[in-house]
């Protein structure tokens, strides 16, 4: 069965400290990797997709990068607009008609004080 | 361009009850999929439609049933409602069907079971 664990549950920091947001993830075979972000009563927000080990994407303070076993969503100089619960996510081939199917890890939990 | 819509955006019921959520896709896009968002269990894949059939179903039992519609318009339904499924129903749209590209979420239809 396809798994996808996050750490750490939550994370605070303060606005300018840089840290990481980590998903491990073991699947049969993985076909995309997606981070999301989440505010409080709104829907997933598409950040990022990783297809290949190795792959790094950015945007603004955000950089995403993709390994064999996991994926880091690093954050630069956090802001207070930056806290939000972050989703990873992945697809994971189980036949012709698995494409829509994504398992999500539990979120990360980011508070960014001022 | 508009993003995925989902009507009501809240709805309480009674158990025993039945519900119908609606979601219209982004423009173009002809692939939607059903998620349920609870606190203990995270983001779980309902199913997925695509041109009017039901491509793949997760692990939810048969009073969770959906629809398509020919212009991607999708519906989901939950008979005899249960205290569980009170959770946030969010609906994604992608615009290819045969790839592992990313999903787009509407804002969630938040249902209250009493």
């Known amino acids: 069965e396809d798994q996808v664990t996050q750490s750490p549950e939550a994370l605070r920091l303060q606005e300018g400290e840089s840290s990481s947001l980590n998903c491990s993830y073991t699947?049969?075979?993985?076909?995309?990797l997606f981070w999301y972000r989440q505010d409080p009563g709104k829907g997933p927000e598409f950040l990022f997709t990783l297809y290949s080990a190795g792959e790094e994407k950015e945007k603004e303070r955000l950089k995403a990068t993709l390994t064999k076993k996991e994926s880091f969503l690093h954050i630069t100089a956090p802001k207070p607009e930056d806290s939000a619960t972050y989703l990873c996510?992945?697809?994971?081939?189980?036949?012709?008609?698995?494409?829509?199917?994504?398992?999500f890890g539990q979120g990360t939990i980011l508070t960014v004080h001022p | 361009k508009a993003g995925v819509t989902q009507t009501p955006r809240y709805l309480i019921k009674t158990r025993g009850q039945q519900v119908t959520l609606s979601c219209s896709p982004i423009s173009g896009h002809r692939s939607v999929s059903w998620y349920q968002q609870t606190p203990g269990q995270g983001l779980q894949f309902l199913f997925e439609y695509f041109s009017e059939t039901q491509r793949n179903k997760g692990n939810f039992p048969g009073r969770f049933s959906g629809r398509q519609f020919s212009n991607s318009r999708s519906e989901m339904n939950v008979s005899t409602l249960e205290l569980g499924d009170s959770a946030l129903y969010l609906c994604?749209?992608?615009?290819?069907?045969?790839?592992?590209?990313?999903?787009?979420f509407g804002p969630g239809t938040r249902l209250t079971v009493l």
């Open positions: 996510a992945v697809h994971a081939y189980a036949g012709g008609t698995s494409y829509g199917k994504l398992t």
């Open positions: 699947v049969s075979g993985l076909r995309g």
């Open positions: 994604a749209s992608r615009a290819s069907v045969s790839s592992y590209n990313e999903q787009f």
